[in-house]
């Protein structure tokens, strides 16, 4: 890899501490927890308020991309793994000053010829590859506990992060499914965030163009 | 000896209540009004004074293995003491402007002690015996963790308080300072 880890790190707490406005943790907090909860009283439905945070997400990442990638100036990720290392690193350090740990694992092995590529300049990585975020903290559900009906209901209340991480990495050509595996909220040990290749995007001419 | 906590939303709602049995040895003190009553008095009033005043040290198994406080006997009697309690609260309100207030009115063994939130919340705790730094650092943290509560969005302002952390956490705090 081109950059090591460590100067990952760097330039995460640096894009962190260069940024001239932050917000304050509870304000944060607080204002996402009366989204969620707003959301919980229109739709009653935990599957759909799952599927609207992600929603939310999504259009977030996809504006998000942007900032981040005009601050923190790195180039293209050599393949799979380095995204995860740059996302957890990088990305989560400058916007929530949260440091999750990545585990990587590879795809499961192919039952059919591997498709060629069509994006020469990305290695091997196979669609199939994932890597698992361990949030040892979460700003926002710093003040929740979810009453018994939230619990049974199956609500992954930070599901918002699972669409900023889609819609941001389908800008850059990685189209991924972005789950929650586990949550402290519900009980679980750590909450942890999987995050599957599913295939690298062609460069479309945009719709309308010819 | 036992203590009886509550928490009431500004519009006298009761949202949490708990009856903690203290493990610490009480200093014991006697009721003056209690010894003047006749005892072949049969009055509903003097009935009760007796039952409360001699009921405060007893503690009953009932069948079902639970330890029910003798005070609990006459829950009835529990909340009147507390609500009768309220109206000298909200006297002492207006006069002063500290959040504890001390104990507020006394009803034979029973004190009634009293802390009010900058929210108008009521925190009332009905004791024996005197306790006045255990109560204040009790009634201190009550209010930390009844802060903590409030802040999670799923908590309705001014609804009880059903949360399972909460009551475990106020239960270990009454047995810190209790």
């Given at each position: 890899?081109?950059?090591?880890?460590?100067q990952?790190?760097?330039?995460?707490?640096?894009?962190?501490?260069?940024?001239?406005?932050?917000?304050?943790?509870?304000?944060?907090?607080?204002?996402?927890?009366?989204l969620?909860?707003?959301?919980?009283?229109?739709?009653?439905?935990?599957?759909?308020?799952?599927?609207?945070?992600?929603?939310?997400?999504?259009?977030?990442?996809?504006?998000?991309?942007?900032?981040?990638?005009?601050?923190?100036?790195?180039?293209?990720?050599a393949?799979?793994?380095?995204?995860?290392?740059?996302?957890?690193?990088?990305?989560?350090?400058?916007?929530?000053?949260?440091?999750p740990?990545?585990?990587?694992?590879?795809?499961?092995?192919?039952?059919?010829?591997g498709?060629?590529?069509?994006?020469p300049s990305?290695?091997?990585?196979?669609?199939?590859?994932?890597?698992?975020l361990?949030?040892?903290?979460?700003?926002?559900?710093?003040?929740?506990e979810?009453?018994?009906?939230?619990?049974?209901?199956?609500?992954?209340?930070?599901?918002?992060?699972?669409?900023?991480?889609?819609?941001?990495?389908?800008?850059?050509?990685?189209?991924?499914?972005?789950?929650f595996?586990?949550?402290?909220?519900?009980?679980?040990?750590?909450?942890?965030?999987?995050?599957k290749?599913?295939?690298?995007?062609?460069?479309?001419?945009?719709?309308?163009?010819? | 000896?036992?203590?009886?906590?509550?928490?009431?939303?500004?519009?006298?709602?009761?949202?949490y209540?708990?009856?903690?049995?203290?493990?610490?040895?009480?200093?014991?003190?006697?009721?003056?009004?209690?010894?003047n009553?006749?005892?072949?008095?049969?009055?509903?009033?003097?009935?009760?004074?007796?039952?409360?005043?001699?009921a405060?040290?007893?503690?009953?198994?009932?069948?079902?293995?639970?330890?029910?406080?003798g005070?609990?006997?006459?829950?009835?009697?529990?909340?009147?003491?507390?609500?009768?309690?309220l109206?000298?609260?909200?006297?002492?309100m207006?006069?002063?402007?500290?959040m504890y207030?001390?104990?507020?009115?006394?009803?034979?063994?029973?004190?009634?002690?009293?802390?009010?939130?900058?929210?108008?919340?009521?925190?009332?705790?009905l004791?024996?015996?005197?306790?006045d730094?255990?109560?204040?650092?009790?009634?201190?943290?009550?209010?930390?963790?009844?802060?903590?509560?409030?802040?999670?969005?799923?908590?309705?302002?001014?609804?009880a308080?059903?949360?399972?952390?909460?009551?475990?956490?106020?239960?270990?705090s009454?047995?810190?300072?209790?």
């Open positions: 890899m081109a950059t090591s880890s460590k990952y790190k760097n330039v995460g707490e640096e894009l962190w501490k260069g940024r001239s406005e932050k917000i304050n943790a509870e304000l944060f907090a607080l204002t996402y927890g009366a969620v909860v707003q959301l919980i009283q229109d739709y009653e439905d935990y599957d759909e308020v799952n599927k609207q945070l992600e929603k939310m997400g999504y259009n977030i990442g996809t504006r998000l991309i942007e900032d981040f990638l005009a601050k923190s100036n790195l180039g293209r990720c393949d799979f793994r380095e995204v995860g290392e740059v996302v957890a690193k990088v990305g989560f350090k400058s916007f929530l000053n949260i440091s740990t990545v585990t990587h694992s590879g795809p499961p092995p192919p039952s059919s010829p498709r060629p590529l069509s994006n990305i290695s091997q990585a196979t669609a199939g590859s994932s890597f698992t361990t949030l040892d903290e979460n700003p926002l559900a710093e003040f929740v979810l009453p018994e009906e939230v619990l049974e209901g199956g609500l992954w209340f930070s599901n918002v992060l699972c669409g900023v991480l889609r819609g941001a990495l389908e800008m850059v050509q990685l189209q991924v499914q972005a789950d595996v586990s949550d402290v909220l519900r009980g679980d040990e750590s909450t942890e965030i999987r995050v290749l599913v295939k690298y995007l062609e460069e479309e001419v945009p719709v309308g163009d010819d | 000896m036992s203590h009886h906590l509550f928490l009431l939303s500004p519009s006298d709602t009761p949202l209540s708990l009856t903690h049995q203290s493990t610490k040895p009480v200093p014991t003190v006697t009721s003056p009004l209690a010894s009553l006749p005892t072949w008095s049969t009055s509903a009033f003097a009935g009760t004074l007796t039952a409360l005043s001699g405060s040290s007893a503690t009953q198994t009932t069948s079902g293995g639970a330890v029910r406080v005070g609990g006997q006459d829950r009835h009697v529990i909340q009147m003491i507390a609500n009768a309690g109206d000298v609260i909200e006297d002492v207006r006069k002063e402007n500290t207030l001390k104990s507020v009115d006394k009803f034979n063994e029973w004190t009634v002690s009293a802390f009010i939130t900058p929210g108008n919340m009521k925190f009332v705790l004791h024996e015996g005197k306790n730094e255990g109560i204040r650092a009790f009634l201190m943290e009550v209010w930390e963790l009844y802060v903590k509560t409030m802040v999670n969005p799923f908590h309705t302002a001014h609804t308080i059903r949360s399972g952390v909460f009551d475990s956490r106020v239960r270990g009454a047995r810190k300072y209790l």
